[in-house]
């Protein structure tokens, strides 16, 4: 019934719209064609930086410093409390979304959804953002140049959402 109700509610809002907007007397698919014209437009734009991007991640992941910096970390971020299971995640969700979800994957089948771990992990993907790949497709797009503090607030604002969605998982 769900299915059947997500079905009808996509396709009656869209229907909805096209609906108002040709009473108001805008033209439907003209409208259309240009924002298409304008995305298109958009995702050329941004093409270059994620390309850019995408290649840092492989090259980040390929050497093996995710490898290192977790072993690094493992300790100390175990004595405040965090799992050294999570530290993997934290490196790598500000960098990369599909990194992150690949390894979320793996760790929820290692773990289970229901484990303290799983339900932590299920938290972070859902506090937290792929900041450094965000920040610059967005900005790329409109042709900002400074973005130092913007980084600086999404990673802060970032690992704030992680640490308390680990914290806000021990405690529930």
Do not use: W
């Not at 033209?27 to 437009?41: L, N, Q, T, Y």
């Not at 290192?68 to 990369?96: D, N, Q, W």
């Not at 992150?100 to 773990?111: D, N, P, V, Y």
């Amino acid at each position: 019934m769900v299915d059947f109700i997500a079905g009808f509610s996509v396709a009656g809002v869209i229907f909805i719209i096209v609906i108002y907007a040709y009473l108001k007397g805008v033209p439907v698919f003209d409208a259309f064609v240009e924002g298409a014209k304008e995305g298109v437009k958009a995702a050329i734009d941004v093409l270059p930086v994620m390309v850019g991007i995408l290649a840092a991640v492989s090259i980040l992941n390929a050497s093996g410093l995710v490898d290192i910096l977790t072993g690094l970390l493992k300790g100390p971020l175990s004595l405040i409390g965090i799992p050294a299971e999570t530290v993997p995640m934290l490196l790598l969700r500000p960098f990369s979304g599909s990194a992150s979800l690949g390894l979320f994957t793996e760790q929820i089948k290692t773990f289970g959804p229901d484990s303290y771990l799983g339900k932590a992990l299920s938290t972070i993907m859902g506090s937290s953002e792929t900041v450094l790949y965000i920040l610059p497709v967005y900005f790329g797009a409109v042709n900002v140049k400074n973005t130092r503090h913007a980084a600086a607030a999404s990673l802060i604002a970032s690992y704030t959402g992680m640490l308390a969605a680990i914290y806000i998982c021990r405690i529930l």
